[in-house]
């Protein structure tokens, strides 16, 4: 899993960044930071009341702790704000040294409706472990959270400054809000949820430093959601993700790790998993920022590390910079047009702006993706053109050629028939497993109902949007649900056998059991062990 040859950055001079907006737009702190002392440091504190700012959002006994964030914002509550965190580096981390004159960063954190106690965790964790004449600026921009004093308060603290937008614009676009109004040469970006390590960013600042091309990440150390319990992350792992464009971490293998003679070294990736990274501000602006266009969350991971690659930059990991994580098991907070609708929005456009011809695997892991509108991406397309980009042929054959081709990416999609029902989703809104029955087929204006409509896929999965037939256990009998699909899964993995459909990791096939008042309408969609004079497992595709 090495990446193919060796990249040379592409030395170009950037574009002379955009002028700043002017500086009264947003609220700051004391305008200047460069010098404090320990003896100071108690006063800056005391200006700032933090019981008061913590217990006006606190967390009430008998309420459910995980509601608002979707992690336990009562065992966040009861952790110090300046907790301290184990020093999860390597030793060698300790023994290097770096340039005396690192340029300062501005570090921009977007948030909307972050819990207090994890976003003042955030930022004191960056101001007790990073020197302060590498800090230019702290910009927060709330995203137009329920509560403007989330972030207004925050202003008295060293650094910091606040800026709220008017209307929900998600990570994107608030993230380059923050990037226009920056006055460092270089952008730090953050997530709210974090709590930097010691000597974080020392490491970052000399690896763009050295080569102003470089997108560098700290290793991604893991905040448990549900104890705040601070976790080291394995050293030696990369970012990669399969053709439906799911992000996924990936170990190096044993020859990629056994030619690691220094064990600091940066890792190249292939991509990055977006929430932290650091970027000179120039190299920023002049490979077109972000894609404006894309919405809320989700997906600008993918653009961002094509278009580094593509257009002459480079992706680092760099093992000796270490930042913890709240990682959580789904978002807290609302998609105006859903969480599936907007992640295939974004995926769409990072797809038919970069992946030329491979594209069409993209669409044979997500057919739904098919009719999804995406909106105008002439602006990207001419950005790529301008810039003179490589190929996603080269990307695969110089970054990434771990990740396969596949050899049938044909896609068979329409109802699942038996007799005259078919096959029918049971979605219930914020439910992790939804249910399956057989209903009478439904047509609307000539067209099968959606809920009716399936996709066989070439990674043997059968899918609706991006949910995915599972079963919960290999027995027979086991009832057949709809999950979020994920790649590999052996329980989500199908093959069709004349009329029967198998399931592969346990061999049975699906079938409809009688249950409850064992009428026909009554049927529940199981796997029972396969038996072909059974009309139950009898299954027909029929396009749509």
């Keep these: 899993m090495n990446i193919a040859s060796p990249l040379v950055a592409v030395q170009r001079e950037p574009s002379t960044v955009v002028s700043l907006p002017d500086p009264h ?306 978002h807290p907070y609302i998609f105006p047009d859903g969480n599936a609708n907007t992640y295939i929005k974004n995926t769409k456009r990072t797809a038919e702006v970069w992946m030329d011809e491979y594209k069409q695997y993209y669409y044979a892991s997500r057919p739904f993706a098919l009719e999804r509108p995406f909106g105008n991406i002439e602006s990207r397309l001419n950005l790529r053109k301008n810039l003179q980009c490589q190929s996603f042929k080269w990307y695969l054959e110089n970054v990434y050629p771990e990740l396969r081709v596949p050899k049938d990416s044909s896609i068979h999609k329409g109802s699942i028939r038996q007799r005259q029902k078919c096959l029918e989703a049971q979605k219930q809104k914020d439910q992790e497993i939804s249910n399956l029955k057989l209903s009478p087929c439904v047509k609307t204006e000539g067209k099968d109902a959606k809920s009716q409509i399936w996709a066989f896929t070439y990674t043997q999965q059968i899918l609706q949007e991006e949910l995915c037939l599972s079963v919960i256990t290999l027995f027979p009998g086991a009832p057949v649900v709809l999950v979020l699909c994920k790649n590999g899964d052996k329980r989500q993995q199908w093959t069709k056998t004349g009329s029967r459909i198998e399931h592969m990791a346990s061999h049975l096939c699906l079938d409809t059991d009688m249950f409850g008042d064992g009428t026909e309408t009554s049927r529940e969609v199981v796997i029972n062990p396969c038996e072909s004079s059974l009309m139950s497992q009898h299954w027909d595709l029929v396009s749509s």
């Design 25 to 330: 737009t947003l609220t700051s702190s004391s305008p200047t930071w460069a010098q404090i002392s320990d003896g100071d440091w108690d006063d800056l504190w005391d200006q700032f009341d933090e019981r008061r700012y913590l217990n006006a959002k606190k967390w009430r006994v008998g309420d459910d702790p995980y509601k608002l964030y979707a992690f336990n914002q009562r065992e966040s509550e009861r952790i110090a704000s300046n907790r301290v965190v184990p020093d999860t580096r390597l030793f060698r981390c300790t023994l290097l040294v770096y340039c005396a004159d690192l340029p300062p960063t501005s570090i921009i954190i977007a948030f909307h409706n972050e819990a207090r106690s994890t976003l003042l965790r955030t930022i004191r964790s960056i101001l007790n472990r990073t020197p302060m004449n590498l800090i230019q600026e702290i910009i927060l921009v709330d995203d137009f959270s329920n509560d403007p004093e989330d972030c207004k308060q925050l202003i008295k603290l060293p650094k910091v400054k606040c800026l709220r937008n008017n209307e929900r614009q998600g990570l994107v676009r608030s993230r380059i809000r923050g990037a226009d109004i920056a006055q460092g040469t270089t952008l730090t970006f953050l997530d709210s949820h974090c709590e930097v390590n010691r000597d974080w960013l020392q490491p970052l600042l000399h690896r763009v430093k050295e080569d102003y091309t470089r997108v560098v990440c700290p290793v991604i150390d893991i905040i448990h959601l549900d104890t705040f319990n601070y976790i080291e992350s394995a050293s030696e792992l990369r970012g990669g993700f399969d053709w439906s464009l799911h992000f996924q971490w990936e170990q190096l293998t044993p020859e990629q790790k056994a030619r690691r003679l220094d064990p600091t070294e940066p890792i190249r990736t292939p991509i990055i998993a977006g929430g932290l990274f650091v970027m000179d501000k120039s190299w920023f602006y002049y490979l077109g920022k972000y894609d404006m266009d894309m919405d809320i969350w989700g997906g600008e991971n993918f653009e961002i590390s094509f278009r580094v690659w593509m257009c002459g930059g480079s992706l680092e990991i760099v093992p000796c910079s270490r930042v913890g994580h709240v990682f959580r098991k789904k």
